[in-house]
């Protein structure tokens, strides 16, 4: 059974930073692509970022640079690093698994975590 336990969500001030993790077996993190997804209130569930660790190709949404998604081999997650948030990063992230299926949309991944708050103040 696929397991993906996010954490390190919470409350930050604008302009902060705020470190995800994504706790996976070596297997997911060898064999699949991890991707991250966002989800405000009333929203539809939005791409943020994956890896695909065997080859380390990335990819990201437009963010500007803010977001960094990376694996930690130390800790077996994929980590995502948030800098300098804004209150419309609000929303409950989720990391996800898959293997096929687009990179960017819901599609691409068979395996998802529970989520983990992350509320930005102005």
């Known amino acids: 059974q696929v397991q993906l336990v996010e954490s390190g969500g919470g409350l930050v001030q604008a302009g902060g930073s705020l470190t995800l993790s994504c706790a996976a077996s070596e297997n997911i993190l060898n064999n699949y692509r991890v991707g991250w997804f966002r989800q405000a209130p009333g929203k539809e569930r939005q791409f943020v970022a994956s890896?695909?660790?065997?080859?380390?190709?990335r990819d990201y949404r437009d963010w500007g640079g803010r977001f960094t998604i990376a694996r930690d081999n130390a800790k077996n997650t994929v980590d995502l690093q948030m800098d300098s948030l804004k209150p419309e990063d609000t929303a409950v992230y989720y990391c996800a698994a898959g293997n096929s299926g687009p990179i960017r949309t819901i599609d691409g991944y068979q395996y998802w975590g529970q989520g983990t708050q992350v509320t930005v103040s102005s």
């Open positions: 890896i695909r660790v065997s080859s380390d190709s």
